[in-house]
């Protein structure tokens, strides 16, 4: 085997991986995205407790209104 074709091996190896790295990545940020959605829906939902948890506490009057 002669060094070009050792290097042309190892340039293709070395493709390969980036190539699944590459599509590592991509699925990464998939699910970041994901991530990002359902932390959204999660933290509009929080606020949303916490806007009807001030209405409960006004009714009862447990604060000042």
């Not at 340039?11 to 970041?32: F, N, P, T, V, Y």
């Amino acid at each position: 085997m002669s060094t070009e074709n050792v290097v042309l091996e190892h340039l293709r190896a070395i493709r390969s991986a980036q190539d699944r790295h590459s599509d590592d990545l991509r699925e990464i940020k998939g699910r970041l995205g994901i991530l990002e959605q359902q932390y959204a829906n999660l933290s509009i939902r929080v606020d949303r407790i916490d806007d009807r948890m001030a209405r409960i506490e006004k009714r009862l009057e447990l604060v000042e209104a």
